[in-house]
């Protein structure tokens, strides 16, 4: 290496810079002093290279994977609350949800893109192969997930009740519920009459303009308009049941929290030992 300074404008040394040979290409480059010292100690040798070379034999030297020193083990928990697991196929990173990836080792294939796991429990950080149920395709995972909610509304009033305090369902009876006790296959077979796509009764406003009759009831009972971000919500899951007392308003998360606390009861009974998970539908002991 040959050393030079670099000097400012009333001769006091800046910075003192090397030129170096790169022992592997023979090409000559400039640096500072500092930097090739810095080098020759990473490399743990007097071996000097430039850019472009260095940054070749750092990307073969590179441990990945199992075999680095920064490993974690490639599992880490997403915020979605699934395990997320990062697996090497031939050298190549593949990163995948560790449900998924158990259920490839178990029938010996990769899942196609549509497929989709279930957990049955809803846990979603117990992933034994136990627990854990192929979907062809999206629709038919939501339909178990649907399936579910039709289970807890049947059981209104006998295992599962509706706490209006806190606008959630749950196991434990309340004294003042507002849930009616029918099954669910009463009031589907007794439904008649025209409604919207998502089977809520309509009430015509004038000018060829309707309105969900759910939510004119409630703004008749508020007396005032909804807002875009409240729901409202059926207690016993009968949309055409417009019953002030079936009837709670909610914003848009808590209407989401709410069904997705129905569904938590459900799987708590499951965990129970009082419901059973049976070619893909769940259903009362």
Not at 103 to 127: A, F, P, S
Not at 238 to 252: A, G, M, Q
Request: aromatic share 10%; charged share 30%; with cysteine.
């Amino acid at each position: 290496m040959i050393e030079y300074n670099i000097k400012g404008k009333r001769g006091k040394i800046i910075k003192t810079c090397v030129t170096r040979t790169c022992d592997c290409c023979g090409r000559r480059e400039q640096c500072f002093k500092d930097i090739a010292i810095k080098s020759r100690k990473k490399r743990h040798e007097d071996t000097d290279y430039c850019k472009t070379c260095s940054y070749k034999f750092r990307i073969v030297e590179q441990k990945i994977g199992p075999d680095s020193p920064f490993w974690k083990g490639g599992r880490r928990l997403n915020t979605n609350g699934y395990y997320r697991l990062y697996v090497y196929d031939n050298g190549q990173k593949r990163g995948i949800y560790e449900h998924k990836y158990i259920y490839e080792q178990h029938i010996g294939r990769i899942l196609n893109k549509t497929e989709q796991v279930h957990h049955i429990d809803g846990d979603k950080i117990n992933n034994n192969i136990d627990n854990l149920y192929l979907c062809q395709d999206k629709s038919g995972h939501n339909k178990i997930h649907h399936g579910i909610e039709i289970l807890g509304y049947s059981l209104l009033g006998n295992v599962i009740w509706f706490d209006s305090d806190r606008a959630q369902y749950t196991l434990v009876k309340m004294a003042d519920q507002k849930c009616l006790d029918h099954s669910v296959q009463n009031y589907i077979l007794s439904r008649s009459g025209n409604y919207s796509g998502r089977t809520y009764v309509n009430i015509y406003m004038g000018n060829r303009k309707h309105m969900p009759f759910h939510r004119y009831l409630m703004e008749k009972e508020l007396g005032r308009k909804l807002l875009a971000d409240e729901h409202i919500h059926h207690i016993d899951g009968d949309s055409i049941n417009n019953k002030l007392n079936n009837l709670v308003l909610l914003t848009r998360s808590s209407h989401k929290i709410c069904h997705n606390k129905l569904q938590e009861c459900v799987l708590s009974l499951y965990k129970m030992g009082k419901v059973v998970f049976r070619d893909g539908e769940y259903a009362i002991v």
